[in-house]
């Protein structure tokens, strides 16, 4: 029976070493892809090449393993989360340009590591915080948003473009009454900054953070402890905004002064406010909608840069959510 497609074949681009090392270090790739899609990848000696039906997919595969490959000679290990991108990218019908994602260098951690952006939701918030003086970032867990507003911040400050770094977080658990805790304020807030302090002790050397932090360069405080200042010449950092009332996430925004940027991060799925309190980060999107110079960056399960299995919990809590409200509205 004669087949009714053509099988479409192409011989990737590539020049012999940087098809061994691609296959030398990130083998799976290859598996990857055919696990992707209705497609065959074939290694022969220094040479790669793509068999299925679809041309137009096989030309996309090709780009993006010509893109890794030449990455790769360069001297970028890839990572799975960095691999899957690219992947999920063309499934998603994108555009994928794995070069102006790494060449966007946020800054550089304390062991030589260039902090970039993975995906094209993480270039775009990056780019949000550099041009607007108030950026949300609004996503699910793992998608860089705290830590790249951190190392956006350590980059100013290593710059000299702004003097300090104020990190604040809404201490829901305690009621915004930390007088009851034992220690210093510094010691009642600590646990629950631990994650913002695990990002500045990869982006900077212990000692310097200490010292930062003695001199006050890098602040840590709850919410509740901005009321009545103006910050200026600051990068200030509220993260778990999900967890403000209306009237605290007012407060904090009012509380920006001349030459600071404000990032407020958080997941509006994972609200830990007490009753019915709404919370804050979702009316003020539709308050500040449209305003000059406040933007609003929504990340997805397409941005999450974790281990695999979070990007697949962060789907399948998407579509639980999605068949409850459905059913909601059938009633």
Do not use: W
Not at 111 to 120: Q, V
Request: aromatic residues 8%.
């Amino acid at each position: 029976m004669k087949e009714t497609k053509q099988e479409a074949e192409n011989l990737l681009s590539l020049t012999d070493a940087s098809v061994v090392k691609l296959l030398a270090e990130h083998e799976e790739i290859l598996r990857l892809v055919e696990q992707s899609f209705p497609v065959k990848v074939y290694a022969r000696g220094s040479s790669l090449s793509i068999k299925g039906d679809d041309e137009a997919l096989i030309k996309k595969l090709e780009n993006l393993l010509v893109q890794y490959a030449e990455l790769s000679l360069s001297g970028h290990k890839f990572n799975s989360a960095e691999i899957r991108y690219g992947l999920h990218s063309i499934q998603n019908g994108e555009t994928v340009n794995l070069r102006s994602l790494y060449n966007d260098i946020v800054c550089i951690s304390n062991r030589g590591k260039a902090i970039r952006p993975y995906t094209n939701g993480q270039k775009g918030y990056i780019q949000a915080i550099r041009d607007n003086d108030i950026t949300f970032g609004i996503g699910p867990a793992g998608t860089g948003k705290t830590y790249l507003a951190v190392a956006q911040a350590v980059a100013y400050l290593k710059s000299a473009k702004i003097s300090r770094i104020i990190l604040v977080r809404p201490v829901v658990e305690a009621g915004e009454r930390l007088g009851y805790l034992p220690g210093d304020m510094n010691e009642k807030v600590a646990p629950y900054l631990r994650p913002l302090y695990d990002a500045f002790y990869e982006l900077l050397p212990a000692e310097r953070f200490d010292r930062y932090f003695e001199k006050g360069v890098i602040e840590l405080a709850p919410l509740a402890y901005m009321r009545g200042r103006t910050l200026n010449d600051s990068f200030i950092i509220l993260d778990e905004a999900q967890n403000t009332t209306p009237e605290q996430m007012k407060m904090f925004l009012t509380r920006l002064g001349f030459g600071s940027k404000a990032v407020i991060t958080g997941d509006v799925t994972q609200v830990d406010l007490p009753g019915t309190k709404e919370s804050g980060l979702k009316v003020v999107q539709d308050i500040l909608k449209g305003v000059p110079g406040v933007s609003f960056i929504k990340l997805n399960d397409g941005d999450v840069v974790r281990h695999e299995i979070v990007q697949r919990i962060v789907r399948a809590y998407e579509d639980y959510d999605r068949r409850r409200a459905e059913k909601q509205a059938e009633r």
